[in-house]
């Protein structure tokens, strides 16, 4: 069925959208083939309007692919997504990337009730009984919101260097792996301290490493503002003096994009598995010489667009999470997980994959660990608002090679002053994290360490 006409005033609005930025190649009057008991719902409504409502007023969109019953009217939940929008203030790109997941999610839907014993086998959902209503004044106040932000951008630009990433770290008491269910927020987010930084680049996804003789390392993305292009830089930590070293070194740098560092330790060779998705492949090194030399060990996947990839080894089975697009869309809201007996070896794919769909919830932000409770924990990214916005702590409560759950525990805003937050780790005492703030381009921040 074709999609209903926008509204005159949304109307008029695609247009200027389609003047400014040109052809956006979005499809408002194409339709997704699927089985006729099959529909989609847009935050629990069946008509489409209530997904151009969510849009205009820049809310995260609900998207749910369910079987309905031709006789009663039940419907089965199939499938479901909390989109990853990431430029809210533009309609008909945030339409584009919301109309690509729902192709996603039919096909996906379809190949799991294919694949089911029993429609039964689904969830129980209910729908809203009314239609949603789309109002001209809605789409006018997006498009007042839109030309105000544009204009206030321009001189923006000139004067603040947004979303600049520092580093930050903090001492405790207990080890901060039994912290997890505390906020940032109130007194406690004054006791990050930031570490030396540069105008000319930002550092963001820290990875503390704890050597045997007791050093502590850390790894983390430098993005040159030049370049645009992510390294990977070390510093090291003197626990004795509780400093750290003053210049960062750059120790592995290639001609794409680098970041998120993670590190572990097998047989004895300490590895790094950084974020290469602008190689579109999954790439392990090895310490050639720590923690300066890496050399690539192995290639453990190609043709991929996969994002943070992380490691967890449970005694018996290697768990990889990562997030991958399956649509050419933002990695930010889907989490699939492989498993396999070895680091090197081949990775089956979990048969729940994507096992979250929500940009709340599914892209890593550092390593799992055990809390205080003995639970396992997995920081994950919240770029509901925006990319690295906040950081919330979800307990594994099943893990195995057919089922997968979890549930929150905890969110963690950034500190007072503060834009985002979006990679947490803890070595020991120490816990390491960055965080998104304005730079004053007139007002360089220059390399003394200060508190957050």
């Not at 040109?22 to 997904?51: H, K, M, Q």
């Not at 005694?315 to 990695?331: A, L, P, Q, R």
């Not at 929500?358 to 799992?368: E, I, T, V």
């Not at 947490?424 to 957050?452: C, E, F, H, S």
């Amino acid at each position: 069925m074709a999609q209903p006409a926008y509204p005159s005033v949304l109307q008029w609005w695609t247009r200027v959208e389609k003047r400014l930025y040109g052809d956006s190649g979005e499809t408002p009057g194409g339709s997704v083939r699927a089985r006729a008991s099959i529909i989609v719902l847009y935050d629990g409504y069946e008509n489409i309007e209530a997904l151009w409502k969510a849009l205009l007023q820049c809310r995260t969109p609900h998207i749910q692919v369910a079987w309905k019953s031709p006789d009663s009217g039940e419907m089965r939940l199939l499938a479901e997504s909390y989109v990853a929008i990431p430029e809210k203030l533009f309609f008909l790109k945030s339409l584009q990337t919301s109309l690509q997941r729902v192709g996603v999610l039919v096909e996906r839907a379809q190949k799991r009730l294919d694949a089911a014993s029993s429609v039964r086998d689904f969830p129980v959902i209910r729908p809203e009984v009314r239609p949603a209503r789309l109002s001209a004044l809605t789409s006018a106040w997006f498009a007042l919101r839109h030309l105000g932000r544009k204009v206030l951008n321009q001189p923006a630009k000139l004067l603040i260097q947004r979303g600049h990433w520092v580093l930050a770290y903090r001492r405790a008491d207990a080890p901060a792996e039994a912290r997890a269910e505390s906020n940032v927020d109130g007194d406690e987010s004054r006791n990050w301290v930031t570490l030396p930084g540069m105008t000319s680049q930002f550092h963001a996804d820290p990875f503390l490493w704890r050597g045997k003789n007791g050093d502590y390392h850390l790894f983390f993305e430098s993005l040159p503002y030049d370049t645009n292009r992510g390294t990977i830089s070390h510093i090291a930590f003197d626990p004795a003096t509780q400093s750290w070293q003053e210049t960062p070194r750059v120790v592995l740098d290639k001609s794409y994009h680098l970041s998120y560092p993670f590190l572990f330790e097998h047989e004895g060779d300490v590895f790094m598995i950084p974020e290469t998705c602008g190689n579109r492949t999954i790439e392990m090194y090895r310490a050639a010489s720590f923690p300066t030399e890496w050399v690539l060990h192995k290639v453990i996947m190609r043709d991929v667009v996969a994002a943070d990839t992380t490691l967890h080894h449970d005694g018996k089975t290697w768990w990889m999470f990562t997030s991958m697009t399956e649509d050419g869309g933002s990695n930010w809201d889907e989490l699939s997980i492989f498993h396999s007996d070895s680091p090197f070896g081949e990775w089956t794919p979990h048969p729940m994959n994507p096992v979250v769909s929500d940009c709340r919830l599914a892209r890593m932000a550092g390593n799992l660990f055990k809390d205080g409770q003995n639970r396992l924990i997995r920081p994950a990214q919240n770029c509901e608002r925006e990319y690295g916005a906040a950081l919330t702590f979800r307990e594994i409560t099943e893990l195995t090679t057919t089922t997968y759950a979890e549930r929150t525990v905890s969110i963690r805003n950034p500190p007072r002053g503060h834009q985002g937050l979006h990679t947490w780790n803890a070595v020991g005492g120490i816990t390491v994290i960055d965080l998104k703030t304005q730079l004053r381009k007139w007002n360089p921040w220059r390399g003394a360490m200060r508190r957050a």
